[in-house]
């Protein structure tokens, strides 16, 4: 299983949601949807954007879980 922790990377970088997904370009219920898993996949694109905005890795936002 696939664990999203953006909230937690977010938190330490105290960041909130509107000024990440406005510094991204998606929408709050987009980045809301990714936030809670919901999200069927990620573009490497948005995703490259996100660890540019919040100064991080892929792999401290996207964990594998057995």
């Not at 970088?13 to 990620?42: R, V, Y």
Request: proline share 3%; with cysteine.
């Amino acid at each position: 299983m696939i664990e999203i922790t953006l909230d937690m990377v977010m938190l330490q970088k105290k960041m909130s949601s509107k000024e990440l997904a406005q510094i991204i370009d998606i929408t709050p219920a987009n980045l809301s949807i990714l936030k809670n898993g919901k999200a069927k996949g990620i573009r490497f694109s948005t995703l490259e954007k996100i660890c540019e905005a919040l100064d991080c890795q892929p792999g401290d936002i996207i964990k594998h879980v057995k």
